[in-house]
């Protein structure tokens, strides 16, 4: 998609991490992407870009997503923009609110991928007319493999001190029929993956108090986990992490803001299938 003709979003969210996924993956897709942290921010950028759809945040600081919407209903010029929401809250109350201020959907974090915001963003801009030339990308189970998994048969070791990245990815294992046993920081992750017997373990890198490079060395050389995958979930995306990553023993290796919950979850699927 040349530079000219590129879809303008605006994404307004003051959640760090979800903004980072949120972000990547639309740059990703060949979306042009500006991003504010504070609904007043937000409301500046839009009146300045004028951009052909908005990703909006309900609970921010300065000034709430609800505040944002009415001054882009009142506004002649901005008021045909289409506003998906994306909220902490699922209250009909204020998703009625939301859509009588003129929001054309409304998603809620802990139950939304990433995928199903690009989903519903094809869809408004199809009805708005506008030239969409981005490709949809593959669905895994096309691979064959990690379509067999059938995950009510597995335990899934989640180690993330991040409450927020932890239930969405939590939720997302869940609704797939997975059985989410959760740490925060390397002492728990190392006691429950003797434990609790886990058939995969996902592993941040950053945690509290621990270094997750020696973390993911003790679980290699503890008897009871050296043999089970181990992905790497981590903010810390240079060659040499990876590498090093590599080299102690983990089976793959993941940027967060690089992957949706959604394909960290296939990244699981393809990895047990070929483990058990």
Do not use: C
Not at 58 to 75: Q, T
Not at 83 to 102: F, H, M, P, R, T
Not at 235 to 244: F, S
């Amino acid at each position: 998609m040349s530079e000219e003709k590129k879809i303008k979003i605006v994404l307004v969210e003051d959640e760090e991490v979800l903004l980072e996924v949120l972000e990547s993956k639309l740059k990703k897709e060949g979306y042009e992407v500006f991003s504010a942290k504070d609904g007043q921010a937000g409301l500046d950028l839009i009146g300045a870009i004028r951009p052909d759809l908005v990703l909006l945040d309900i609970i921010m600081p300065r000034m709430d997503g609800l505040e944002v919407l009415a001054h882009l209903h009142n506004d002649a010029i901005l008021s045909h923009i289409p506003v998906i929401i994306i909220s902490n809250s699922g209250q009909e109350v204020e998703i009625e609110k939301a859509k009588a201020l003129g929001a054309r959907d409304y998603l809620v974090k802990a139950e939304f991928d990433p995928q199903e915001v690009l989903d519903k963003m094809r869809a408004l801009l199809h009805l708005e007319g506008k030239e969409q030339k981005v490709v949809a990308p593959e669905k895994n189970g096309g691979k064959g493999d990690g379509a067999k998994v059938n995950p009510a048969d597995f335990r899934v070791l989640l180690v993330e001190d991040d409450s927020f990245l932890r239930d969405l990815i939590s939720q997302k294992m869940k609704k797939e029929g997975f059985t989410v046993i959760e740490a925060i920081d390397g002492e728990e992750s190392l006691k429950k993956a003797v434990s609790e017997n886990p058939h995969i373990i996902l592993l941040d890198l950053i945690l509290p108090g621990a270094d997750g490079f020696e973390i993911l060395r003790k679980m290699r050389a503890e008897p009871a986990t050296s043999k089970v995958p181990i992905i790497v979930l981590s903010n810390l995306g240079q060659k040499e992490d990876v590498e090093k990553g590599i080299m102690l023993g983990a089976t793959d290796y993941l940027v967060k803001a690089h992957n949706t919950p959604g394909e960290i979850i296939d990244k699981i699927k393809e990895i047990l299938s070929r483990s058990y």
